[in-house]
């Protein structure tokens, strides 16, 4: 089983629809989540981080952590073109505290 | 604040030769991470520095190496390059080391070995 696992798509969602982004994990103890957007040819930008269960909000966007079912996934409301990128999971390696990433979600909003 | 910068931005080797790459992180980062991003093997971490130390190492060979200097700028070099080492060459700075920080890229260094 990988460490980190994301569907990689692509994931094509109307603009103004709800873009919905999936990652799970196999540490069970793990802490610290955090979602990544890239652009193409472009560097992973931070824009999300979550450390608690439940939903955790900023702006248009909305992680979800459940560490019971070693689960997280990130909310994008009112999509927007600009939105179009792939999407990274990275979770910390316990053991020697790595950021590890997912393959990433390439998400397409179709105006 | 600034963000974290890279040079050289690109970069254009051939085989068998060497290379340094520079990255200074944010300010009041004393966490500096590298890491290597393929389009086959994705996002792949190499090492991490704070504060001068080297905290963990990801699984590359020894032609990898790093080091950080005193006021938390960072380099890394590749010996004996191969044509496999070519890639996007990231680098990230965090305020905090270890699982909790969040960490901040830089635009890369886009290696390419021929």
Sequence with gaps: QKEVEQNSGP????????ASL????SDRGSQS?????QYSGKSP?????????????????????NKASQYVSLLIR?????DSATYLCAVPNRRNEKLTFGTGTRLTIIP | KAGVTQTPRYLIKTRGQQVTLSCSPISGHRSVSWYQQTPG??????????????RNKGNFPGR?????????RSEMNVSTLELGDSALYLCASSGLAGEFGEQYF?????????
Excluded: H
């Design chain 1, 11 to 18: 994931l094509s969602v109307p603009e103004g629809a709800i």
């Design chain 1, 22 to 25: 999936n990652c799970t994990y």
């Design chain 1, 33 to 37: 989540f955090f979602w990544y957007r």
């Design chain 1, 45 to 65: 930008e931070l824009i999300m981080s979550i450390y608690s269960n439940g939903d955790k909000e900023d702006g248009r966007f909305t992680a979800q952590l």
């Design chain 1, 78 to 82: 009112d999509s927007q073109p600009s």
């Design chain 2, 41 to 54: 093997q994705g996002l792949q971490f190499l090492f991490e520095y704070f504060s001068e130390t080297q």
């Design chain 2, 64 to 72: 990898f190496s790093g080091r950080q200097f005193s006021n938390s």
């Design chain 2, 106 to 114: 830089g635009p890369g260094t886009r290696l390419t070995v021929t």
